[in-house]
Structure formats: structure tokens, C-alpha cells
């Protein structure tokens, strides 16, 4: 039993689940995200690290030449060194600072005027969009495979 219930860990069956729970949505000029994150498990585990990130899809064109660019606008990790036992849930209370990147379009856009208009007009000739998204990454120490959750949040 001990042999298959080594495999089970390493593949993460019956191991950490993970629980995002974030805001629907966050002000840009906020700043942080507050959130926590859920664990429960089916058997005993240990939970070395808990790292969350705050990460942008940004994709432009359309077709053929759409393209599509990860950023990462910000990064916490929380040190846990915990067990979880069987059965049992816990909670990890998180505060992710970001800053916003901005694209040359909509560096022109906040100018407003004739440049503003320039950098909307550009924006749509680009097909510029942003999807937001919070990550959350449980490292467990006897795991090959980290569970994980991720959440998409709307920047206003």
C-alpha cells in the first residue's frame, strides 16, 4: 500500500486542492489584490510554499497574425511549512501588490485631445486586449505535479 500511495502523491490524486477566491473585480489604481486560498486534502501532506501572481494576456491582430504575450504584473509568496491533514481545510490570507504595464497606444490615450484619439484609433487598428488573471501555485513538498487554481479578475 505504501508504494501506490507514493505514486499517488507524486501524481497528485487524492492529494492538496486548491480553492482560489479572489474580487470580481479590483480598481487599477488599487494596487493589491486580497484574497485567500482554500486548501483541503484527502491525506496527509506538507505544504512548503503558496505563490500567487498576478498575470495580463495581452493580444493583438487578428487571423493569422494574432499574438498573444504574458506579463506577469505581480508576485507574493507566502512561506507556509504545514501539514494538512486528511480531511481537514485551511485558509491562507494573501495581499498581491501589482502595477499596471501600458501599452504606446494606451500611453496615448491618456493624453486625450487629438493624441488620445490617435492612440484609441490605434488600439482598434491593433486589436489590442487584456485578460487579467490571479494564479495561485501550492508547492507540496511530496508532489511532482504543484496543484493549482487560476481565476480571471476584471481591472477597472
Do not use: H, W
Request: aromatic share 6%; net charge neutral.
Amino acid at each position: 500500500m505504501g508504494f501506490f500511495q507514493t505514486i499517488k502523491n507524486k501524481l497528485g490524486i487524492g492529494g492538496v486542492k486548491v480553492n482560489l477566491q479572489i474580487p470580481g473585480q479590483v480598481a487599477k489604481d488599487a494596487g493589491v489584490v486580497e484574497g485567500k486560498v482554500i486548501l483541503t486534502s484527502k491525506s496527509d501532506q506538507e505544504i512548503v510554499e503558496l505563490s500567487v501572481e498576478l498575470i495580463e494576456e495581452y493580444t493583438t491582430g487578428r487571423g493569422e497574425d494574432k499574438s498573444t504575450q504574458k506579463f506577469t504584473l505581480g508576485e507574493v509568496k507566502v512561506p507556509c511549512g504545514f501539514t494538512i491533514k486528511s480531511g481537514e481545510t485551511k485558509e491562507v490570507a494573501f495581499t498581491l501588490p501589482f502595477a499596471m504595464l501600458k501599452s504606446s497606444n494606451d500611453r496615448l490615450k491618456e493624453k486625450g485631445g487629438a493624441l488620445g484619439a490617435i492612440g484609441s484609433i490605434g488600439a482598434f487598428a491593433n486589436n489590442e486586449k487584456s485578460e487579467y488573471f490571479v494564479d495561485a501555485d501550492v508547492d507540496v513538498k511530496s508532489a511532482a505535479l504543484d496543484p493549482s487554481d487560476k481565476k480571471q479578475i476584471k481591472l477597472v
